[in-house]
């Protein structure tokens, strides 16, 4: 690819500034401006290689052209028409080439910060230590109910922690209860997924008194795991900047650092829509489970065969994803296919998201939900929150989309509690919200 091919725009914003990039992000010919968070920026600053994050907009007419897209090392966060939007590193543009992706524009995304933490503005969100400690003090709150235990360790020795809530088993104990697992931030820059867990355990257990939660409460086994990836999470909030960083903090031996720990899960690993290249944000590691993350979430699911249902929460773009990812093809069981889209479309209804088999935009191998799936027999979902786009304020919207995105969220996640103990009665009538259910404010980083 010859550089003069490409557009590089370099991004050097002042706090609370807007950005106008060039009107074809859009896609529609229409200008767009772009919202970054609040930052105080200085622009002598270099950042490395492996941090050059940027703001790719490409070519792709069609599915197996988004796939080769992925495998070449691009993360999708969003397709518009015959274009795809996504994230890369500067590396990855001569394998778009070679791959035949024409890329018609690449914007830097490197805004730096003054703080070695969230931005002040957006002091609400929770690093890896604040998660913890809401975690551990929710527990000690409700001791009759709530008990904290670590699923595993992360790569740089984390403890990946669960709060469980069962008022008749404790920790790991074993329990014949319908059980639900909801996690969150397999990738680290998906810091609202964080806080959709962290709201929900919260909802639960300061309410566990209301009668619509007690019943649940005490039927179903609960589990809540808000940090898969805690260094990567840490890692993206560190330093004087936001790093964007999607993958985890395994050193990869050529100076790159990091696993995509949503291509790293064993079921059909990096055959489609994912990378062989450590360079690569889809990088799939050198191995199925190579990483103790996903290593941790796959002995800890194994371990409880009372769990049936399973949400992992991302963001963004406002889609209910389910399997399967590594294929076009649809899930051959018909029952299991009817149930997972009448789930699917309920709770649309409650959020707003669009419902859809994961592969409907790209193909994907090695993710959550299709191991899940195939493996143990769980119903797994992804949710992409909200926003829509990167320019609605992409993977840091601010704090306002705290609220706003557990509000509509909530019910969708006690439907699926609900529906623990048997998810395949949700094809059934008496399991199917109606068309007032959807939320009046209603409005892809897999």
Known sequence: MRSAEIVIIFLCLPALAWASPDPSFDGSGKPVRMKFPSMAQSSSQQGSEEDAKLWIVAKAP?????????????????????????????????????????????????????????????????????????????????????????????????????????????????????????????????????????????HLVENRAKPELAKLLETRDIFIIPLVNPDGAEYDVEGDRYHMHRKNMRPNGDKTVGVDLNRNYGYHWCETGASSDPRAETYCGPAPFSEPETASVKSFLEARNNIKVLLTYHTFSELILY??????????????????????????????????QSSELYTASG????????????????????????????????????????AANLRPALYLIGLADDPRRASSADAVAGEDDRPAHANSGR
């Open 62 to 202: 069609d599915k197996k052209a988004r796939t080769r897209a992925l495998e070449a090392g691009l993360a999708i966060e969003e397709v518009r028409g015959d274009r795809i939007h996504g994230i890369a590193s500067a590396v990855t543009l001569e394998s778009l080439e070679a791959a035949g992706i024409e890329v018609e524009s690449a914007t830097s995304l490197l805004p730096r910060m003054t703080t070695k933490d969230f931005p002040a503005d957006d002091a609400a969100y929770h690093n890896v230590a604040e998660a913890d400690k809401v975690i551990r003090e929710l527990a000690a709150s409700a001791p009759k109910l709530a008990s904290v235990f670590s699923i595993g360790n992360s790569l740089l020795g984390r403890d990946i922690l669960a709060l469980r809530l069962n008022p008749t088993a404790r920790g790991t104990a074993p329990s014949a209860k319908p059980g639900i697992v909801f996690m969150a931030t397999h990738h680290a820059r998906e810091h609202l997924s964080t806080e959709m867990a962290l709201g929900l355990a919260k």
């Open 323 to 356: 399997p399967w990812g590594y294929t076009d093809t649809p899930i051959s069981e018909a029952p299991a296919l009817k149930a997972y889209k009448a789930m699917a479309e309920t709770m649309a209804k409650m959020n707003g998201y669009t419902p859809q």
């Open 367 to 406: 993710d959550t939900t299709d191991w899940a799936w195939a493996a143990l027999g769980i119903y797994s979902f992804t949710f992409e929150l909200s926003p829509k786009s990167l320019w609605d304020g992409g993977f840091y919207p601010g704090v306002p989309a705290i609220a706003t995105t557990f």
